[in-house]
Structures are given as structure tokens and as C-alpha cells.
Nanobody, 118 residues
Framework: QVQLVESGGGLVQAGGSLRLSCTAS????????RGWYRQAPGKQRELVAS??????TNYPDSVKGRFTLFRDNAKNTVLQMDSLKPEDTAVYYC?????????????WGQGTQVTVSS
């Protein structure tokens, strides 16, 4: 089992920056992918950024060049969001995937609201 706790988020004007943090606890040694997803009202949850255990990152075109995901320490990841746009408004969820005895498990944080005003 893995538990994920998010912090950060809030209200910011367009062009501003926010930082989200996600702290993992439990069987963190089994995590092979970590990342962030977001879900806006009426839309599907979508990937924002991910990082693998070997440090490879992945970003969709919508945030590439504006968002940066990195590991702050062994259990904490940080999503730095710059040049925010109103369309970035959503609930942001921390995500982790583990691999245990050949089986994958997915874990989610409780979500944190990010609102970008125009």
C-alpha cells in the first residue's frame, strides 16, 4: 500500500506560478512511476506530468515548457507550474504506480484545486 498526500494549489492570476508537492508513504520502494493528473469540470482526467524511477519525464504538449516535475527527495515529488493559463484550472491529483510480483497497482492523492484567473 502507498499513501499520497498533496499540498499546494490555490488561486493565481494568468501568467503566474504555483508549486504542488506530493509526499508518498508506505511501500514506496515498489513505486516505479509517479506523476500528476488533472481533471476539469466536465472533462476526463488527463496526464500532466510523470517521472519514472530512472528519472525519465513525460509531459503532454499542453504543458510542455511550462510545467516541470522533479523529485525533491526519495518520497517527495514537486510539480512546478509556470506561465499558468485559465485552461490549467482543474483539480490536480498526485499519482503513483507500483509493481509488486509482476502486478501493477495505481494510487491517487485526494486532489488539490488549482484555479487560474484571467
Amino acid at each position: 500500500q502507498v499513501q499520497l498526500v498533496e499540498s499546494g494549489g490555490g488561486l493565481v492570476q494568468a501568467g503566474g506560478s504555483l508549486r504542488l508537492s506530493c509526499t508518498a508513504s508506505g511501500n514506496t520502494f515498489s513505486i516505479n512511476v509517479r506523476g500528476w493528473y488533472r481533471q476539469a469540470p466536465g472533462k476526463q482526467r488527463e496526464l500532466v506530468a510523470s517521472i519514472t524511477s530512472d528519472g525519465s519525464t513525460n509531459y503532454p504538449d499542453s504543458v510542455k515548457g511550462r510545467f516541470t516535475l522533479f523529485r525533491d527527495n526519495a518520497k517527495n515529488t514537486v510539480l512546478q507550474m509556470d506561465s499558468l493559463k485559465p485552461e490549467d484550472t482543474a483539480v490536480y491529483y498526485c499519482h503513483a504506480r507500483t509493481l509488486v510480483r509482476g502486478l501493477e497497482y495505481t494510487y491517487w492523492g485526494q486532489g488539490t484545486q488549482v484555479t487560474v484567473s484571467s
